[in-house]
């Protein structure tokens, strides 16, 4: 019996013991945020900012890699595809890359330091897609399949939204040009 005794005494004192460490803990953190606060005037709002800014950029970078990487990579086989079908299969991945690493850049970018960047990569994939084009369009001509036929309007459409992403307005003479051109396609 006083073996239990003592056992439940020792049991009780352990608790006592991490309840007292877990409060000395507790004061040491507010204590540390309040002399931040006090004499940087750093709130615990503002440390959260922080990280969370530190979070956003690196998601902004990941997406940035994605986009240089994998976009890329993307736009290359849709360019090297001598199959249409291949070539509406890159085009596709690519487009749904651009999509979504766009977006977390276009999010995360509130002083638009990051448009420059998405500008550049958008200038080059319109240059493939006109090349992509003018050898469709031939093959199209030559060959109607319904898969030449996709390919080109799927590559008009893309271009369109390229345009638009510039700024270019839905009825100036370019995409007014490109609406032309997908008309002779049905």
Request: hydrophobic share 35%; with cysteine.
């Amino acid at each position: 019996m006083p073996e239990l005794q003592r056992q439940e005494d020792d049991h009780k004192r352990q608790n006592e013991k991490s309840e007292l460490l877990k409060s000395s803990m507790e004061k040491l953190k507010e204590r540390g945020e309040s002399h931040l606060r006090d004499r940087y005037g750093f709130s615990s709002d503002f440390l959260a900012k922080v990280q969370s800014q530190e979070r956003a950029m690196e998601l902004c970078e990941k997406a940035m890699e994605t986009l240089a990487d994998d976009y890329v990579e993307a736009l290359v086989q849709f360019k090297e595809a001598t199959e249409a079908t291949h070539a509406l299969e890159a085009l596709e991945k690519g487009e749904a890359l651009w999509q979504g690493e766009a977006s977390i850049i276009r999010y995360f970018d509130k002083e638009g330091g990051e448009a420059q960047f998405l500008n550049g990569i958008r200038e080059q994939t319109f240059v493939v897609l006109q090349d992509r084009l003018e050898t469709s369009a031939d093959t199209c001509t030559q060959h109607p399949t319904p898969e030449n036929v996709a390919l080109c309007l799927a590559i008009l459409s893309v271009m369109d939204s390229v345009l638009g992403e510039m700024g270019v307005p839905p009825v100036s003479p370019e995409r007014e040009r490109l609406r032309d051109i997908a008309r002779a396609f049905v």
